[in-house]
């Protein structure tokens, strides 16, 4: 059952619907409207997968097909001339969202959550997802690191299996024991998408434990190869956040921040999001047999009594994959099943609508 659900929550994927920024039409194509068959381009991106992977996909079948059909040949950004070539770089690629810069380092399927998922005020969701697409110009002042070549990012989601690795067991020797041909088979499993390669590495790096005895130990020590934490990571308004902290539950402010805010701001804003890391136990003591839940993380990661956690996790709902879960669930089930290709627990608190 849980391989089921392993396969299924790797298998989700978002439909998104991209539409060319005018200022940068014009630009290539000396006009706001791009030709038919041309102007909006759909495609649908694993959750578990990151922007810069399928940017190659973008100019290969439909930026360069555009260019080529209209006649146009448009000189890299800093070069003389054209070349034959279409000019844009995938490096220069970047994209919006209502006006707010997308930050290529998080999952494509955390940035939904964030943003759509979170400011929903009601059971519907915004399928497909409308990005606009930027070519030319990263916003000034900077808003978003410049895009990444695909050995960057490549390198970036190792960085992050690795500090995973470090969480779960103290070191990162399980990671860096890997044969090469092995790290490039679980790169090459996240870029392609292919559940095959990902976990064919990954279940040598990360031990299947939820449906058996091993588990945390007294001392911080492994008992029966369980991890030692869980690599997770909360996702909540700042002003929630904050709320939290106070022991306080969420409140009319917070609730206008997790709905992505107000009116000048048109849609949510990763920036407004306070992100809280700990490494948590998967036991609530270490000589008990205890389970620790979503709910016991939440409060770990942001150091509040029990009552006071109880009090605010009961107005709010824990997403991750698309998924509301309930907040009894044990984080070791979750970390196994629900987990993204960077090995961590993405979770984005939002506020529930009264």
Not at 48 to 62: D, G, H, R
Not at 70 to 85: D, E, H, I, M, Y
Not at 253 to 264: D, E, K, P, T, V
Request: proline share 6%.
């Amino acid at each position: 059952m849980e391989s089921v659900a392993k396969r299924r929550v790797w298998q989700g994927m978002i439909p998104i619907e991209l539409q060319l920024s005018g200022n940068d039409s014009i630009e290539l194509l000396a006009s706001a409207t791009l030709p038919e068959p041309f102007q909006t381009f759909y495609m649908l991106v694993p959750r578990v997968s990151y922007l810069p992977f399928v940017t190659n996909k973008i100019k290969e079948q439909w930026l360069d097909p555009m260019l080529s059909m209209s006649g146009t040949r448009v000189a890299a950004p800093g070069t003389a001339g054209g070349n034959g070539a279409t000019g844009i770089r995938e490096t220069d690629m970047w994209f919006e969202y209502k006006k707010q810069p997308l930050k290529w380092h998080y999952p494509v399927g955390l940035l939904y959550d964030m943003l759509v998922s979170s400011n929903s005020s009601n059971d519907t969701t915004e399928l497909p997802w409308s990005l606009t697409l930027h070519v030319r110009k990263f916003p000034q002042p900077a808003k978003v690191v410049p895009n990444p070549s695909v050995q960057s990012m490549r390198d970036m989601v190792m960085a992050m299996i690795k500090e995973a690795d470090f969480i779960r067991n103290g070191s990162t020797k399980r990671v860096m024991g890997l044969a090469k041909s092995d790290q490039m088979q679980l790169l090459d499993g996240i870029e392609d998408h292919s559940f095959e390669k990902f976990f064919a590495i990954h279940s040598t790096i990360v031990t299947t434990v939820s449906g058996g005895n091993s588990h945390h130990g007294q001392g911080g020590k492994q008992r029966n190869g369980g991890p030692k934490a869980i690599p997770i990571r909360f996702y909540m308004a700042s002003e929630s956040a904050q709320d939290a902290a106070d022991g306080k539950e969420p409140s009319a402010l917070s609730a206008a921040a997790a709905a992505g805010a107000g009116a000048a701001g048109g849609g949510g804003d990763v920036a407004q999001f306070h992100i809280s890391q700990y490494p948590v136990p998967p036991l609530v003591k270490d000589d008990s047999e205890q389970k620790t839940t979503l709910a016991d993380a939440f409060r770990v990661c942001y150091e509040i009594s029990d009552q006071a956690g109880d009090a605010f996790v009961t107005n709010c709902a824990c997403l991750c994959q698309g998924v509301s879960v309930p907040w009894e669930t044990p984080v070791v089930w979750m970390a196994e099943n629900f987990h993204y290709a960077d090995c961590f627990l993405h979770l984005v608190v939002v506020r529930i609508a009264q």
